[in-house]
């Protein structure tokens, strides 16, 4: 019940603070993010609910993104429109954690499941749980029968008294025309509340607070109801097992193949490259190099993951250890390779928000690739530690003013006539009009 009840005031906080932050722009998401993360922790409590090890790290990271917002705001670029999904992301992630919801017992392979769980299945499924909770409350405590007699007696008094009065106050407003005045200044004074701007605005954020309240406390309420996830790992393999439907053959002759086209392809890089050496390369056959395919370099990777995924979860039988160190260096090759073309390409053509974007995905991409190749002779959690290292790296970076970063190279550039023209694009996508201005 008290929980139930927290929840009202801490979703019209979320709404305030986080959706609509004028009121609280520099303050409201770190606020509500410590506000949620003790609420949780202290129902976590009472349900005497254990928490997964990982739990810590999601409480960090979440306050650690939220207190980054005022500090720099939105970073700019692609990095900036994912700030606001990951804060909520890292969110329902603790509260998972916390409550002993992650279909392993801990993130994984399995975190699409996850995901979904924490999204859709727990908070929808329990939409309704506060409301049931609160009235069940009110019912139980309605039982005694002299408690309801000195309810119902209340209620019928405040009627009578108020029709009473109604009824005075009316013959009273005709009998003398200051007392009428008197009652005409009382409704003018409740219709003017009635009409205000700042009371109907708050109306309206209590009332959209309510749904927004019934997923949370769905979320957290659903959560701690529940003895096990909505998916656990041991339901999910099971059902796996009849979905091995990829002979070993067909993966090896698949992976062989891919391994003989990626040879191919470094074959002919290292023939061009060799050809091109004696003459050397002038700035834009470097710039091109550096553009020309590093995104299809990280598609590549994550072609790579997905077949690695595949066979995973609907083959037959593993890969053989030594084709799969070879498919798996590959992928390790070709995250150097686009390591390379980004750093050629931000050594020719400087710093840009999109670049510090790239740099990031690329980041951890070539982190699950070393992971892939390092199980394949270790059995180590390589997809909890991708995700714990996506998770941490995106954090770090949102801490990192990432725009006066842009504009204090691109300045210096300029200045040491390595550029011959500044990049407003850039420069005014990252404020620095603004800060000129100031």
Known sequence: ??????????????????????SYPDWGMPVFAALFIVYVDCAARAAHRTAAKETPLWAVCWMALAAAYPLYGYQPGPLGDWQWPAWHLFAVWYVLARCGMLAQG??????????LAGFVLLPFGNFF??????????????????????????????????ALCGVAWGLLAAADANFAALGQQVSDWWSRLLNNVRFIDRLMYILLSLPVGAWLYGLVGGSLRRKAPPATAQQCAAVLENCRIVPRTTAVAAVMALCGVYALFFAVQAGEWLAAAPLGLDAPDTAAFAVNGFWELLKILLLNFAVLAGI?????APLPKALAAVFCGFGVAFAALAAGKLAVYVTLCALTPRRFTAAWCLFVLAVCAVLALVRVFKPIPAAKLAIFAAAVSFTLLCCVNVKQRVIDVNLARYEAGIDEELDWGVLWECGYQENATR
């Not at 995973?312 to 037959?316: A, D, H, I, V, Y």
């Open 1 to 22: 019940m008290l929980y139930a009840v927290l929840m009202y005031p801490l979703a019209y906080f979320y709404l305030r603070g986080v959706m609509f932050p004028q």
């Open 106 to 115: 801990q993130s994984g392979s399995l975190a699409p499941l996850d995901a």
């Open 129 to 162: 749980l506060r409301a049931r909770t609160v009235f069940a409350a009110l019912h139980t405590h309605l039982q005694d029968r002299t408690r309801t007699r000195k309810v119902l007696h209340l209620i019928v008094t405040a009627a009578v008294t108020l």
């Open 312 to 316: 995973q979860f609907f083959g037959r």
